[in-house]
């Protein structure tokens, strides 16, 4: 990494109502997968940073838990996270699910931007799967609505879009050294890695008889002598009968959450993964401070 006055680097936070895409996206922007993605909403709970390389440009892309109204202390916690992502940012990027529309979040997450400083731009992702002529009329909406400085049509998931997106990021960026090894793509550690991938996994199988009632925790990682991975993780629930579920009959469904975990671990980390799980009941799960802090949220009162 050299501090070459032609370098530039920012900040770029990436809002939106749940499932809009912004992890999917955020992926497709660095390269490779940094963050977990599921067909539901709210998977996305801490903020994240994925790092990309464009040309002379390093973006910190900030993915950011979807914006919505919170009834549990792990949903205010959530969307905290999704406003202080915004702190300090060179340019707020606004994700909308072309597919979906304008709907009271998107609205909800509109009203909320008006009036700040940052340079503001629109993202209508899905156009692959949206209707074409609804796309030119959600745009005129929204920028009405909200006075972005540009707009764009990609799908995050095809990458159609998504090169001239990253090359008009990078153009956005001030004159700044990189802040990271140019090698580097996310802010996330092994640990927190570990326990994003086995949460996917649940969110992937269970779909939706297990919808937020559970989260992971990393109990122990570690490096064995031959160069693979340890780890150690419990997998907390709030009732026996969700238990149930994720062990499945006769322990089934726990083995293939781990079975795919432990072969996406391993593609990420380049190393033999032993990954091994337990299911635990606690009813209060979301009231230890103590999770909050591993998962990356901030208790919020």
Same mark, same amino acid.
């Given at each position: 990494m050299t501090d070459s006055p032609t370098q530039h680097c920012g900040v770029v936070a990436v809002v939106g109502a749940p499932n809009a895409g912004k992890s999917t996206l955020v992926n497709a922007l660095v390269g490779q997968k940094v963050a977990i993605v599921s067909p539901k909403a709210q998977t996305t709970r801490a903020r994240l940073m994925g790092i990309a +390389?464009?040309?002379?440009?390093?973006? +910190?892309? =900030?993915?950011?838990?979807?914006i919505f109204t919170p009834e549990r202390r792990l949903d205010r916690a959530m969307v905290a996270a999704a406003w202080e992502g915004t702190d300090g940012a060179d340019l707020i990027a606004l994700v909308v699910d072309a597919k979906g529309g304008i709907g009271p979040k998107v609205s909800q997450v509109i009203e909320s931007l008006a009036g700040r400083p940052e340079k503001k731009i629109l993202i209508l992702n899905k156009v692959d799967v949206a209707d074409k002529p609804r796309l030119l009329g959600h745009a005129a909406k929204l920028n009405e609505a909200l006075a972005f400085d540009e707009t764009y049509f990609v799908s995050a998931q095809t990458g159609d879009g998504v090169p001239a997106l990253?090359?008009?990021l990078a153009a956005a960026m001030p004159e700044s050294a990189w802040h990271?090894?140019?090698?580097? =793509?996310?802010?996330?550690?092994?640990r927190m890695i570990a326990a994003e991938v086995t949460r996917e996994q649940l969110y992937l199988q269970l779909h939706a008889e297990l919808p937020y009632a559970s989260a992971v925790e990393t109990e122990k990682y570690s490096e064995r002598p031959d160069g693979s991975v340890e +780890?150690?993780?419990q997998i907390l629930v709030a009732r026996d009968t969700?238990?149930?579920? =994720?062990?499945?009959?006769g322990g089934t469904r726990i083995k293939e959450i781990g079975a795919r975990a432990r072969a996406e671990l391993s593609r990420i980390m380049g190393v033999p993964v032993h990954l091994y799980l337990h299911v635990k009941v606690n009813p209060r799960w979301e009231e230890d401070r103590s999770l909050y802090r591993d998962i990356g949220l901030d208790w919020v009162d």
């Open positions: +390389i464009e040309g002379d440009a390093q973006l +910190i892309l =900030v993915d950011t838990p979807g990253k090359a008009a990271f090894p140019e090698d580097q =793509v996310s802010d996330a550690t092994d +780890i150690h993780q969700q238990r149930a579920i =994720v062990l499945g009959k």
